[in-house]
């Protein structure tokens, strides 16, 4: 075979085509030779003749059809193995056999015959000297006896609906319709359709009163966006409830194309049961003791040593057999009996395990922490001065709940000064209870100032933790799971079920929405779920997720563009002059500086994409696909919000690249500022609690002479008891870990994504623009004038490292980099 190079165009094709009556190529012999590349287990054996390729042509069509001429089957045989990361890589020659005037291929249609299903990751064909044709797959293919149909993948070649190919035209429209489905039945593994449904998945009535959850979406009381279909059966005690696994699954229905790919699967499932073998064993056994609580932090750092007593035996093997599957059983099992792993210290503390208790490392991670999206300045006198960190109205409604539940929990307002040197200086803590259940009259409100020591000092770290607890809760509810997870998940349903695979806004959109519904499923089975880690974790306990409803009411796609943000927070104010329209209040704004520097890029390449394909505004409103697109975002993903006017009409350039450019940074950007640095400030509880089991003390009270007593021990009785706080490291562990096939932004796991010269030179634009955005960032780091930048707990600000080509294929918790997509 000669030397594989990319079509430049389908053009430069046809130019080729023309060549064939004077210099015969292989299409002249009638054949096309190519190379399909599977993934599998070590331990499956891979399809062999059982499974066939068939190519179509998109020049030329089959009278009798109407579609693209149907090359004869080539079978998939004679394959080469290789090893690699533990997984077992498959490459076919393969030759396929056409008429000679078959034309230019188009698509691959692919049979299974085989009993077990395989990961295609790419294809591709030679189709003239020196030219080749690729298809980008990275898709499950099932056994016909279980699909009932083909799979199709189309080449890297881009159409607009109104430019496709007449070969393609009805494929095209054929592929679309049969991954929308008809919207019943019960979603099996093999089932490729994509379909909307309410968060009805989150109580389990069947499991008793103390299970019951509401419903998330579809009403006023309770709006969400939605989530992709599964179908189960309702609940024998609640019809509008669907039923859940009986343990954890982590094979929960996904369509095939979203699902994890062999080897993240493998490395997601380790990591967590390493993560759970390591911290959460030792502590179940502590229960047994009665040993409830930490009781000082040498102890609390003794979960991160290596000397510790895994071994899976007794009564939690039994209650373990009990919950998950047989397989997984025996991983855990075998991974306890192993040795010990030893995890690095969470950065809050590699430096100076007490740096976390200073008044400048609280308002530093407000600016450069986990969750810097909810600080905001205050409307005083234009002096640009006062902050503010407000959990308080949101929260009122709902302490009564909460607080019944055995919790300790306040309303919270925290008020902070900037100083000159651009170190937030907390002024003020004010924590609020209702004065009466159900009521948010009445209420009983306290203010706690700064002090250096004595009780003062001791009363005002337990009022900080109060307001971490707020933070935490927050940050993973809101900053994380709801405006990452859950509102990009419609996008990704939409996408599939209104652009082709061919469109070029579904090209540009696809690595960004890698792993999102796989890994927001599993959520949906193991954090968010009645009972699930969330509810034993944060303070909002079983109404954590209503909780989360209430704050989409609030939620607007136009505000989650990260200009529009800080312009709301007052952490920027408007300036025509600056390309975002946007100019950060001060320079020490680490989340802010770097990431307006992303979102800008991010735009760039958004709108060199767009113009290539869109001349003018009139193609943007005649292309039926965008159109249908936006149409279903808005009325059925989020059609909770559909009457809202402050959606967009798809209807100008400008809009598109406007709404395109906010979802990739959402799920970019957005995603890896706040998900990456859990193990980093919240792997350390004290840090960030994320509830407390009792009340800062009344002088005058019993409480408040024990708390007098020994106020140490009074601490450590207010934070989480120990098995709950371990279960919150082992989440912030598995949630920070890159895994290995991580793809990042700027980058594509090939180069052949798409065949047009024009976007890969402005793909390779983007990708160089952000690594000098990474040079800048270093160089920032490095000032000894930007305090923020690393903060009294000495960690550099780098969750928002765009090309990290020094962790690329490593993986792990490094605490950098931007994923194309939300996966963890």
Known sequence: MAHLQPCTSLQACLREMKNIITHPQQVEKGIFEGEIVIIQSPKESGPG?????????????????????LSR?????HGKSSKHDSMKITKYKIAFHVDQDFGIPGALLI?????????LKSASLEVFDNQTIHFDCRSWVYPFKQTKADRIFFSNTSYLPSKTPSALVELREKELKSLRGDGTGERKEWDRIYDYDYYNDLGNPDKGIGYIRPVLGGTESHPYPRRGRTGRPPCKQDSSTESQPETINFDIYVPPDERFSPKKLSEFISNSIQSTVHFLIPEAKALEQNSSSFESFDEILGLFSSNRNQTVEGWMKEKLKKLVPDELFREIVHAS?????????????AENEFAWKEDEEFGHQLLAGVNPTRIRCMEVMNQWRLFILDHHDYLMPFISRINSKGVCAYASRTFFFLRNDASLKPLAIELSLPGSPNTTENISTRVFLPASSGTEAALWQLAKAHVAANDSVYHQLISHWLHTHAVVEPFIIATRRQLSAMHPIHRLLDPHFKDTMHINALARTILIKSGGIFEKTLFSGEISMELSSELYKEWRFDEQALPADLLKRRMAFKDPSNPTGAQIIFQDYPYGLDGIEIWQAIKTWVTDFCSIFYKDEDSVRNDLEIQAWWSEIRNKGHGDKCNENWWCEM???ENLIEALTTIIWIASALHASVNFGQYAHSGYPPNRPSLCRKFIPMEGTKEFAEFLRDPEKYYFEMLPQRFE????????????????????LGQRPSSEWTDNKEVQEKFQNFNANLQEIEKKIRETNRSQQLRNRWGPAKIPYKFLYPDTSDVRSKGGLTGQGIPNSIST
Request: charge should be positive; aromatic fraction near 8%.
């Open 49 to 69: 003749k059982s499974a066939s390729v068939q190519i179509y042509s998109s020049t030329k069509v089959e009278p009798n059809t109407g579609i693209g001429k």
């Open 651 to 653: 209807t100008t350039l």
């Open 73 to 77: 089957k080539a079978y998939l045989k």
């Open 111 to 119: 049979t299974n015959q085989h009993k077990h299903k395989f990961f």
């Open 337 to 349: 009996e192993k040795k010990p792993m030893e995890f690095p210290l969470p950065q809050i503390l």
């Open 725 to 744: 706080m371990t279960l919150g490291i082992v989440l912030a562990e598995v949630l920070s870990r890159h895994t290995s096939d991580e793809e990042y």
